[in-house]
């Protein structure tokens, strides 16, 4: 257990989502550093935003939310996501070609994942050819004791199997949700059993870790010689935007600060239900 603030970080998108009510900051790596750091991670965002309004004012968000960052400014636009609620339940409208599709590689973002004790990416932020290098980069330099989360966030047509099958040989901790293992298990040809198909993800890709999630459900952790399931508490849902990216911050936060598998998500059940009662993914704990 560490006596000093884990430090944890997120790289990938960072954007505007429109949702009904109105335009909130998120975008899963910073929602997830978010998450960390309202639990008391020093957290750090890694992304990238354009040279203008929508730009400055989501650094002023990132500010204000007391999220640390490295976020330079690009040619392209600010990203922004069209929401749409039904039942709380979000669907999204991804644009393309915007600021985060081009988070360069500095000598800035090598310094801070050299302090990293945890990192986490997706394949969203890789369908581009240079966030998808950085990104790369990135992992490959943080410690080789750090958690290497891969919070596989399928979106639209950004995913392939190669560049999913190549994220998890990078990863130790795989962040899945019960849609998305369907996808997998076709990709892979995995068959229906969900507990066969996470085992052979977690043997075949040496993962530490397996999280999955079954939205009001349950959840299970999955490692070597522990299963863990919890379900879903019954509560209020105002919107799930954000839930799933609040348990695996809180989750990987509870273990970097010494808690057991089941505690640690315990502790992760308990934030991804308060979020889904909140609006939006940065709510006020």
């Not at 986490?120 to 890789?126: D, K, N, P, R």
Request: a negative charge.
């Amino acid at each position: 257990m560490k006596t000093q603030k884990p430090v944890v970080i997120g790289i990938g998108e960072l954007l505007w989502d429109m949702l009904p009510g109105g335009r909130r900051a998120g975008g899963a790596p910073v929602n997830f550093v978010y998450h960390a750091s309202c639990l008391g991670a020093e957290g750090h965002a890694i992304s990238a935003v354009g040279n203008d309004d929508d730009g400055e004012e989501i650094i002023r968000e990132l500010g204000r939310n007391g999220i640390n960052y490295w976020v330079p400014k690009v040619d392209f636009p600010t990203g922004y996501v069209p929401v749409t609620l039904r039942d709380g339940i979000p669907s999204y409208v991804i644009t393309e070609n915007v600021a985060w599709d081009y988070i360069p590689l500095t000598e800035e973002a090598v310094s801070l994942v050299k302090r990293a004790d945890a990192i986490c990416f997706g394949t969203l932020a890789q369908r581009s050819k240079t966030s998808r290098e950085t990104i790369n980069a990135l992992i490959g330099l943080t410690p080789a004791e750090a958690l290497r989360v891969f919070d596989i966030n399928i979106r639209q047509h950004y995913y392939s199997k190669e560049l999913i099958e190549a994220s998890l040989r990078k990863a130790s901790v795989f962040k899945i949700n019960d849609e998305e293992l369907v996808l997998l298990c076709d990709l892979f040809c995995l068959g229906s059993d969900n507990e066969k198909a996470c085992r052979f993800l977690l043997d075949t890709f040496r993962l530490s870790h397996l999280i999955l999630t079954a939205g009001s459900e349950y959840s299970t952790v999955y490692t070597s010689d522990i299963v863990s399931t919890i379900p879903t508490p019954r509560v209020k849902v105002l919107d799930t935007v954000g839930a799933g990216d609040s348990f695996t911050g809180a989750f990987i936060y509870s273990l970097l600060t010494g808690m057991n598998v089941k505690e640690a998500h315990e502790q992760a059940v308990k934030t991804a239900a308060f979020v889904c009662t909140q609006a939006g993914a940065w709510v006020t704990y």
